[in-house]
């Protein structure tokens, strides 16, 4: 088991990038505070993150490979939305280094957030365990607040964080009341042999429940149409 985990390292390079490019940015951030070239130096990093991290993803083998017993998969599904991720980043990071929305002090902690919703995004397109799938959304979500109230001195923002707390909070209770539905059902969190043994009771009233409750919490997350109200 050691050895197969120590093997899928080499195919989790991207996230990995990603994670250090965090703890790198935070960093960044305390040293060059007083700096006068801090926005181009951090947005610099910043890319520079992007891009080992697009580099290492283009590396990475077409085949598709279970990873980590069996809890995330690369595959061409994942890649693409890899792909579309990291260049939404990159773009974003372009508009905020420019923007008259954040200042000198604010910057420095905003790539590190946008890099840990990153990841997190990265996670859920390659999820195949209901429970990698609860903390890579809640990774996002998490962060998202943060991110919602990020203007300090701005009472809307202020009022859109905490209403997203709150409503965050129970769409989170409620998507994994359904999964605790689904385990109990199943047995498992492993979303293929889950599916399989869903298929001849999907019409029995615990698994309409859990799943109803656990797209319910994810659409929610998601602002899916009617969930975003």
């Known amino acids: 088991m050691i050895q197969e985990n ?10 990995l990038v990603l994670t250090a490019g ?4 935070f960093l960044l951030d305390l ?6 070239s801090r926005v181009l130096i951090l947005t610099l990093a910043a890319l520079l993150v992007l891009g080992v991290a697009a580099v290492f993803l283009s590396a990475q083998p077409a085949e598709p490979r279970v990873l980590f017993n069996g809890m995330i998969a690369s595959d061409p599904f994942a890649t693409f939305f890899k792909w579309l991720f990291l260049s939404a980043a990159a773009l974003t990071v372009l508009i905020a280094a420019r923007s008259s929305e954040f200042g000198p ?5 905003f790539y590190p957030l946008l890099f840990s919703i990153v990841l997190g995004m990265c996670l859920m397109a390659s999820t195949t365990d209901l429970l990698m799938m609860y903390l890579a959304v809640e990774l996002v979500s998490l962060v998202s607040y943060a991110m919602a109230g990020y203007r300090k001195g701005d009472r809307k ?3 859109a964080a905490l209403k997203y707390v709150i409503y965050g909070g129970v ?6 009341f359904g999964m605790s539905y689904l385990f109990g059902i199943t047995g498992t969190t492993s979303l293929p042999t889950m599916m399989a043994k869903l298929q001849p ?3 029995s009233p615990l698994a ?3 799943l109803g409750m656990m797209f319910a919490g994810l659409l929610y997350k998601l602002a899916v149409f009617p969930f975003h109200f």
């Open 31 to 36: 040293f060059w505070k007083k700096s006068p």
């Open 6 to 15: 120590l093997l899928s390292v080499s195919w989790f390079r991207p996230e």
């Open 157 to 159: 923002a202020g009022e």
């Open 105 to 109: 002090d604010e910057i420095g902690v």
């Open 22 to 25: 965090i703890m790198l940015m």
């Open 201 to 203: 009771m999907i019409t």
């Open 171 to 176: 769409a989170s209770g409620v998507m994994l």
């Open 208 to 210: 309409i429940a859990g």
